[in-house]
């Protein structure tokens, strides 16, 4: 029994320290990993570290680092700074690029930008339908509007104004619309989302976006 003890205190000892010394190898571990993604990122170019950002869902933050304007029209528009996305894509002048404004402003609920950015679109790619049907779109919601102002004005508040149109994620129904970027990054995947113009009292007119989203090749 005398010399059990010893033993039995030795092994406890022992096994205290090799959890203590696990840990602050885990520690070590985990400061080095941090320092080598830290030092990683002094590589990164701008997109690059975008990108990073974009994959996580911070879209604000990959807008606010992203150099290529497509990518920073998409980063914006998901972030919901349609403004900012309209003026990304302001940089990249051809049918796409008006197109992918457009729509930037169709979101913005800018309807008189996004006439003359459709325009634009079409008259660089007349058969392109999509840039057509939402050429459509919003020359009809903007009569639609302002008909409904000039009634405002005449006393007859039957019809909506503009702050009565919202954007939503519950339609599936209306113009589908493409929204593709040529640049030098490498076409991947595509995401898609609905959004629909809605009212308080019943749906007006109803659109879908698919955005289809370029990723750049493995660096």
């Known amino acids: 029994m005398v010399n059990s003890r010893p033993d039995r205190i030795f092994r406890l000892g022992f096994g ?15 400061w080095q990993a941090s320092r080598l993604g830290d030092f990683a990122g002094l590589w990164l170019t701008p997109d690059q570290q975008a990108r990073r ?4 869902l911070q879209f604000q933050a990959a807008f606010e680092k992203f150099e290529d304007p497509a990518w920073k029209g998409i980063a ?5 700074l349609y403004s900012e996305s309209a003026a990304a894509f302001g940089r990249i002048p051809t049918a796409v ?12 609920r800018e309807y008189g930008k996004a006439i003359t950015a459709y325009k634009q679109a079409v008259t660089d790619a007349p058969d392109w339908k999509d840039a057509r049907a939402n ?7 903007l009569a639609y509007i302002e008909r409904a102002r000039e009634q405002s004005d005449t006393g007859d508040e039957s019809e909506l104004s ?6 939503d994620n519950t339609q599936d129904r209306g113009v589908e619309i493409e929204i593709t970027k040529e640049s030098t990054i490498e076409l991947e995947s595509a995401e898609k989302w609905m959004r629909a113009v809605d009212t308080e009292t019943r749906d007006f007119l ?4 698919l955005l289809e989203v370029s990723r750049e090749g493995q660096r």
């Open 206 to 209: 109803q659109t879908r976006f």
């Open 16 to 30: 205290a320290q090799l959890v203590a010394l696990t840990a602050v190898f885990a520690a070590v571990l985990a």
């Open 53 to 56: 950002a974009y994959e996580s």
């Open 162 to 167: 503009a702050d009565d149109y919202v954007f």
């Open 135 to 141: 050429l459509d779109l919003a020359t009809h919601t």
């Open 76 to 80: 914006a528009y998901r972030a919901g």
């Open 97 to 108: 690029g008006f197109y992918n404004r457009g729509n930037a402003f169709m979101k913005g």
